[in-house]
């Protein structure tokens, strides 16, 4: 999100107070925060002692130049802008204030209109870069948990999470896959009463439904072939805490059942035992299905669903969160620039670009992945479009053509949306509003 005129602050840099105090009067009825110096040194000590988005500096001064200070700002302020201003204007003296660190070259005299779209082209640029670099205003407050965000959308999601962390309410986390359900749900346990206690992640999903029972509810010695011991399942492991019930559109109806009384009575047994042990548990749930179709279908209990559901959190998809993808991009790059001991590489125009343009079927996850390849294979500290993946750079699609079948066209388009999803048949489908089989007829599959 971009910061607004009043919080951009200017520093006007001008031997001449005649100037100085022209150019204050002008910005300042524009909406900036204004300080001036009439030298280097004074300059210098501004921005020791102040935050500065954008320096305002005349060339020919006392003693050092506004190139002098233009490199004094390159090597210890990376983040302000910097204008230079002229009354000896020429094109080697505006090549090297460029080549030097500045932005923009105005020659004097100039327009107010002219210093207006200068200030304005400047700090955008600025602030775009800012969000890149990760120094944007986005949401710190549950950062910790690796939900970092700047999106409307996303802050929505955070004043719930503030709300329902301390209340005793079951919660259902919906959204696309990877788009950070377990990451909300760490984050309200972590922010309740209960944050010294366990937090059990289940994936429902990743387990056998024949094992899940037992991995849920443990098991007595001898229950069945291989039981050795008596073991305490997920919901005695999460007692006094929460557990996380991941992918819960994937039990079965039996299951749910089981499940069902556990939500009711707060008890569970065992496999192979007959008495029930109570658990004081909060449970938090996530699905990237529509459950509310599922009950309509029966595949989903009704009664259960209601259950889970008394608070709904829902996760935008990243497509949806343009505001977060340059905040998650540099967060992910400097991540793994850690990991392998190397400078953090920055991002071209263009990559951005290419980071803002692309759907992102994957979510989160997907551009975490993206980043992380970034980062390993490049070879300088500047990502471009030539690095990404060959789905996600441009490339000159073939001439439709007007003597193609429209079933021609369909199968054309279903392939490159295919393609833009690795293959995956499922999101392919998702994205094209048809089930998996009428993907597969359409492509001619069995």
């Known amino acids: 999100m971009s910061k607004s005129k009043k919080d951009n602050s200017i520093l006007i840099v001008d031997d001449s ?5 022209i150019m204050h009067r002008q910005l300042t009825t524009k909406g900036y925060a204004i300080f001036t110096a009439t030298g280097v040194l004074e300059a210098i000590k501004v921005l020791e002692s102040t935050s500065i988005d954008l320096v305002i500096t005349d060339w020919k001064m006392p003693k050092y130049s506004g190139l002098d200070l233009i490199r004094h700002i390159r090597e210890n302020y990376s983040e302000t802008r910097i204008i230079m201003i002229t009354g000896f204007a020429t094109i080697e003296g505006a090549v090297e204030s460029i080549k030097t660190g500045a932005e923009e070259y105005l020659a004097k005299p100039f ?4 210093l207006f779209i200068s200030v304005e082209k400047v700090l955008a640029n600025k602030n775009k870069k800012t969000v890149l670099n990760g120094n944007g205003k986005y949401s710190e407050i549950y950062a910790g948990y690796g939900l ?7 802050n929505d999601v955070f004043r719930t999470i503030k709300k329902v962390a301390s209340s005793f309410a079951n919660i259902l986390i919906t959204g696309e896959s990877g788009t950070g359900k377990e990451l909300v749900a760490r984050a309200i346990h972590y922010s309740s009463n209960r944050s010294t206690a366990p937090f059990v992640p289940v994936n429902c999903g990743g387990i056998p439904e024949t094992l899940l029972e037992s991995e849920l509810f443990g098991y007595v010695k001898g229950a069945f072939t291989g039981a050795r011991e008596t073991r305490a399942g997920f919901f005695q492991t999460a007692d006094g805490g929460t557990i996380f019930l991941d992918e819960i559109s994937e039990t079965s109806n039996a299951m749910q059942v089981k499940l069902l009384r556990v939500l009711q009575e707060k008890e569970v047994c065992m496999v192979g035992a007959n008495r029930q042990i109570k658990v004081d548990i909060r449970i938090l749930a996530a ?3 529509d459950l509310s179709e599922s009950v309509k279908t029966g595949a989903f209990r009704e009664d259960l669903f209601f259950r889970l559901n008394v608070i709904n959190i829902n996760l935008p998809p990243l497509r949806e969160r343009e505001g977060d993808i340059l905040i998650l991009a540099n967060h992910f790059a400097q991540k793994y620039a850690k990991e392998c001991g190397r400078v953090t590489p920055h991002f071209s125009e263009k990559a951005m670009d290419t980071l803002l343009n692309y759907s992102w079927p994957g979510n989160v996850r997907e551009l975490q992945n993206v980043i992380q390849r970034l980062v390993l ?5 500047i990502i471009d479009v030539p690095d990404f993946p060959s789905l996600m750079r441009y490339s000159i699609k073939k001439e439709l053509g007007i003597n193609k079948t429209l079933k021609q066209v369909e199968t054309e388009y279903i392939r490159t949306v295919l393609e833009s999803v690795n293959g995956n048949k499922s999101a392919a489908a998702k994205i094209l509003g048809i089930d998996r089989k009428t993907l597969r007829d359409n492509l001619g599959e069995e």
């Not at 107070?17 to 105090?21: F, G, K, Q, V």
């Not at 970092?148 to 996303?154: E, G």
């Open 148 to 154: 970092l965000a700047n999106s409307d959308s996303m």
């Open 377 to 381: 294979l490049s070879e300088g500290d």
């Open 111 to 114: 327009t107010d209109d002219e």
């Open 17 to 21: 107070h005649d100037l100085l105090e």
């Open 287 to 289: 699905t990237n299905k």
